[in-house]
């Protein structure tokens, strides 16, 4: 079935440390693949995305994703956290001949000082 | 600008009544999304409008519910009669041209209690 997967349903990481978030997804061809970020009681804020070509995407915020085919995964990194990440962060996708984001469960980035 | 604006913010209504949820949408963008937000289900697409018109509306749960977008700055989602199991947050979002694989610009979301 197609699905999109975040493992980790909470990650907490220390101020400063290095984090990276998973997402693999289940697509006969590989799907337009997004990050999104929802702050408590906000909307939801695009940080990145990947059509084709590089499979390490550049984002807002100092985000970053790399996609692996071979893995069918798109993880989603950010060399040193601040306090101010912590929020829920939703992979998702759009199949190619699709016309529906899918979102993921989400993952709660909590940040401890 | 503004953003897309959703409004009400909170709204809570018995079981029975009629609630109606409004979106305006960034200005220049021609789709529309509206999606609901539970803790049981996650974020699901209730329907996609591009230039004003219904594309899919394959999510929209049941006739309770309907949409109509009248112009490309005003929409509405409307639950009549509204029920429990609606009880969500929901979200609108607008981005420009055709398709969900352009960025979507959300609104802060309408939290829907219904007692």
Not at chain 1, 78 to 82: A, D, F, G, L, R
Not at chain 2, 62 to 72: G, H, I, L, Q, Y
């Given at each position: 079935a197609q699905s999109v997967t975040q493992p980790d349903i909470h990650i907490t990481v220390s101020e400063g440390a290095s984090l990276e978030l998973r997402c693999n997804y289940s697509y006969g061809a590989t799907p337009y693949l997004f990050w999104y970020v929802q702050s408590?009681?906000?909307g939801l804020q695009l940080l990145l995305k990947y059509f084709s070509g590089d499979t390490l995407v550049q984002g807002i915020k100092g985000f970053e994703a790399e996609f692996k085919r071979s893995q069918s995964s798109f993880n989603l990194r950010?060399?040193?956290?601040?306090w101010s990440d912590a929020a829920e962060y939703f992979c998702a996708v759009v199949p190619r001949r699709g016309n529906k984001l899918v979102f993921g469960a989400g993952t709660i980035l909590r940040v401890k000082s | 600008d503004a953003g897309v604006i959703q409004s009400p913010r909170h709204e809570v209504t018995e079981m029975g009544q009629e609630v109606t949820l409004r979106c305006k949408p960034i200005s220049g963008h021609n789709s529309l999304f509206w999606y609901r937000q539970t803790m049981m289900r996650g974020l699901e697409l209730l329907i996609y409008f591009n230039n004003n018109v219904p594309i899919d509306d394959s999510g929209m749960p049941?006739?309770?519910?309907?949409?109509?977008?009248?112009?490309?700055s005003f929409s509405t989602l409307k639950i009549q009669p509204s029920e429990p199991r609606d009880s969500a947050v929901y979200f609108c979002a607008s981005s420009p041209g055709q398709g969900a694989q352009n960025e979507q610009f959300f609104g802060p979301g309408t939290r829907l209690t219904v007692l």
């Open positions: 408590p009681g906000q950010k060399p040193s956290v601040h | 049941e006739d309770r519910f309907s949409a109509k977008m009248p112009n490309a």
